[in-house]
């Protein structure tokens, strides 16, 4: 009797697309191994049961090589094997490699039926399968399916309860492989295509010149499209929105809770010349829904929408490669770039995605260099927001400051901390053109997820915000920190609360900023310093989780001697002329 | 080894965690590969074996020594 499903496979198979589509249960599925760095569950009806179904992270041996593939073999040793069934899921474009896996799984013992996804696009690139004659073979059950739309995943479900154990004896490595060559030889037919357009533009971007002609040219149309889209929803679908339908309404309430009461101190906020301002009034129905709705969510949607893109065609670990070398000056390879660029949306996925590199050490400087160096997406439309209407020079600016500090930083990690790093060693996946209503789900779920965790904590941040101010609970902070914000920073000391804020959320954080007439000089350093400062809760407790206390205490203060030299240096060396 | 060259895997240098891990992935003594790409100044190669293009490291990939085909 089965009671759990385990999804097994080797990087970038599709493990995670079928797992949504046997559960129903959404989870980000991408065109790079390592995108599942956690256990994700869900449960499939089969007649009157209810099977748990278990999706891991991809391994390529039994004998695991980094944290994730650890966690992957371990749970898979954690339930009793009669109880338990393994769908090990195949990438039919690349059968010989993916069955080693399988055969693995044969030779342990484990229940097993065979899923061989990706039928289509193998199709395409002329391999075809006889899975009859693996299904013969191999005695175990084998179903080809294409998981992106669907196809296929009917018959596996079906085909489930005939999950069997079909032992094979043990074996060596070479062995193993020497068997492969032979069962590869009966069942699969290779019929010879001329290069595609696609396959060329695979080869040229991991040479050297056309790579870095590739990388530069995706980096640059990435920005300006992130740029176009988000500031595009901010001034035709958003301000618009906010200007016209939503302050008369606001108007309304204003002029019925009677300003400089209380309730409209907490709700609507101070008026700034007799009128309602968005952007400074503070208030839980007027700054907070316009900072969340009209200058972050424009960027979240933008930046999550590129990345989705970038993501599912293939093309982020081509990017390692091209960054390698420098990254190995920081202690890192070049597949850190992956962890980086997710938490350029959200620093908790980029911290966790940090699992996909092999050390203790390398997961420690990673995820240091991305709770210092690397600023979440809502800061960053924020910074947009708070000095693009000076000039890009500053907006560009603290990108630079905060790029220098990760390099800079990187290589003191490098050259301080003990061990070694390993080097880099993955597979590149092949480029596939997502379907539309695939990345549409991906970008959805990303945004929803974004809303529903975002909005109640900046609603009730700017409430509690609000009665601390009207309590007057703040001056006695700020006053003790005013030697080191206006002393060495150069800061006024009401900048202390939004640099106090940035620990619940970033983007309230720099909201703060916008009332206090700061001048451009000011707005940069308490930018750059809000992006170096601690990381917001959130982050802090997933650094918790994956460091521990110790490391934990390591990067702190790290991060707290990195903000007084950069705050301090920008102050009185840097930007002392302006 | 040059860049589109192909050859047969002759000797795998290195300790048993790289081996074990390069064989998982389907790089093995007696395998052909391709080159695919190099970077210089130690720059990560890239390789096609089989059906999959792998991208190593500079000092892993001088540890795969290949027999080169003309």
Known sequence: MIKKIYLIGNPNVGKSVVFSRLTGVQVISSNYPGTTVEISKGYLQLGEDRIEVVDLPGTYSLEPTSRAEEVAVSLLNEFPREEMAVISILDATNLERNLYLTLQLLEAGYQV?????????????????????????????????????GAGIKFLIQRLPEASI????????????????????????????????REMLEDASVRPFSGILMGMGVIYVSFKVVRFIGEGLINNVCDPIFNNWYLPLIEKLSAILVPETFWHHVLVGDLINGKIDFKQSLGVLTTAPYIEFAMVLPYVLAFYTILSVLEDVGYLPRLAILLDNLLHKLGLHGYAIIPVLLGLGCNIPGILSTRILESKRERFIASTLISIGVPCVPLQAMIFALLGKYSGFYVGGVYLVLFSIWLILGVILNKTLKGFSPELLIEIPPYRLPPLAVLA????????????????????????????????????????????????????????????????????????????GLTVKQLFISATLLAISFPCIATFVVLLKELGWKDLI?????MIITGLAVGTLLNFAILRGI | MKIKQKGRI?????????????????????????????????????????????????????????????
């Open chain 1, 113 to 149: 039926i065979i899923c061989l996804n990706m039928c289509d696009d193998a199709s395409h690139r002329g391999v075809n399968i006889d899975t009859k004659k693996l299904e013969e073979i191999l005695r175990v059950p084998v179903i080809s399916a294409c998981a992106v739309t």
């Open chain 1, 166 to 197: 079909a032992l094979r004896p043990k074996t060596t490595y070479e062995e193993r492989w020497k068997q492969l060559g032979v069962i590869i030889e009966q069942v699969q037919q290779l019929t010879h295509r001329h290069h595609t357009l």
């Open chain 1, 441 to 516: 789900r991906k970008i959805y779920f990303r945004i929803k997820g974004f809303i529903f965790e975002a909005v109640p904590i900046v609603l009730a941040g700017v409430l509690v915000i609000n009665l601390l101010l009207y309590l007057k609970m703040f001056n006695y902070v700020s006053n003790i920190f005013s030697p080191v914000i206006h002393g060495l920073f150069g800061l006024p000391k009401e900048t202390t609360i939004a640099l106090a804020i940035g620990f619940v959320r970033k983007d309230v954080a720099a909201g703060m900023l916008m009332p206090l």
């Open chain 1, 554 to 558: 390591k990067s702190t203060l790290i």
């Open chain 2, 10 to 70: 002759a000797q795998i240098e290195g300790g048993q965690i790289l081996r074990d891990r390069l064989m998982s992935m389907g790089i093995y003594l007696g395998k052909e590969i391709t080159k695919v790409g190099g970077f210089a100044l130690r720059g990560p190669t890239s390789i096609k074996s089989g059906r999959s293009v792998i991208a190593l490291g500079h000092g892993t990939a001088e540890k795969i020594l290949v027999e080169l085909h003309d």
